[in-house]
């Protein structure tokens, strides 16, 4: 047994599970406040990428205005989804709202084929090139500070949903949307804000992956381990997704590792389904969840 390759390749994976718990913390933010499966979670990275290649690539600004430009822009295209889409929906069964979500995905790839076609793009390097080394292990610099930033994106959020006022009513709204209404919360908004939130975490997701590997019309296919990540962990599990993106990002690892790359996405599955044998609401998920 290589014991130094066992090592980084599990760290490798631990570090790209960083990416999927982002993911699926925006995923979760999303169903804890609105009940709503967005399965369009992955056509809403894969914007992230494009807005963040348009700024810029195509309209040359620097890098410090472009990220967050791009981050902004999908907090406003995940405003205009929750108003458009998914408000009028209030009140009709979930698998209403869960069609439209699919449909949502279906639009966007489609918007991104007309708008900046199909072809795979790269973004603007924004990162740190240099090696990086941990004891013998040797990780991909992009992977490297790519969960570094994941890392830090997610303890901001949790920090601020925790202390903010705004936090403190989406938490409300999630343990139970009757009681929110009853103290003053004012739901509708808090279901915008959970929507804005999502979309600017899935943006940033968009950056980091697309500057890893590029980016593409087919980049919702990041998407489908997402929602996996997210069943493994519970759904309306912030915890969940946070250690199931591990977990998974380790699979995923040691599968590529020593399998061979095309095994990563059947490692995850058969992972997700020994999981739901055993926990049938996922790992941290509560017995209250609603399956379609």
């Known amino acids: 047994m290589d014991w130094g390759y066992l090592f980084e390749v599990s760290l490798t994976g631990v570090m790209g599970g960083g990416l999927y718990a982002l993911a699926g913390l925006a995923f979760v933010m999303v169903y804890k406040a609105t009940r709503v499966v967005n399965l369009a979670i992955g056509e809403m990275l894969m914007a992230g990428g494009y807005l963040f290649f348009t700024f810029a690539a195509m309209w040359a600004l620097p890098l410090w205005l472009a990220i967050p430009a791009a981050v902004l822009a999908s907090g406003v295209l995940g405003a205009v989804i929750e108003q458009c889409m998914i408000r009028p929906l209030l009140g009709e069964p979930p698998i209403s709202a869960f069609m439209v979500t699919i449909g949502l995905g279906s639009v966007l790839v489609g918007l991104v084929e007309m708008i900046w076609s199909a072809d ?10 240099q090696a990086i080394t941990i004891g013998e292990a040797f990780l991909a610099p992009k992977v490297f500070w790519g969960a570094v930033i994941a890392a830090v994106f997610i303890a901001a959020v ?14 409300a709204t ?7 209404y009853a103290v003053g919360i004012n739901v509708p908004r808090v279901f915008s804000l959970s929507w804005v939130v999502s979309a600017m975490l899935a943006a940033v997701s968009g950056i980091i992956v697309g500057s890893i590997g590029g980016i593409s019309s087919s980049m919702g296919v990041f998407g489908l381990t997402v929602l996996v990540v997210v069943i493994v962990g519970g759904l309306d599990s912030v915890l969940g997704a946070l250690v199931a993106g591990l977990l998974v990002g380790l699979v995923e690892g040691l599968a590529g590792g020593y399998l061979g790359g095309e095994y990563k996405l059947l490692a995850t599955f058969i992972v997700l389904v020994f999981i739901l044998m055993v926990r049938p609401y996922g790992l941290f998920g509560t017995h209250e969840i609603e399956r379609l």
């Open 174 to 180: 999630a343990s139970d949307q009757a009681a929110a």
């Open 120 to 129: 795979q793009r790269r973004l603007p390097d924004f990162m740190p090139t």
């Open 158 to 171: 949790l920090l601020v949903f925790r202390y903010w006022r705004g936090g403190v009513a989406l938490r």
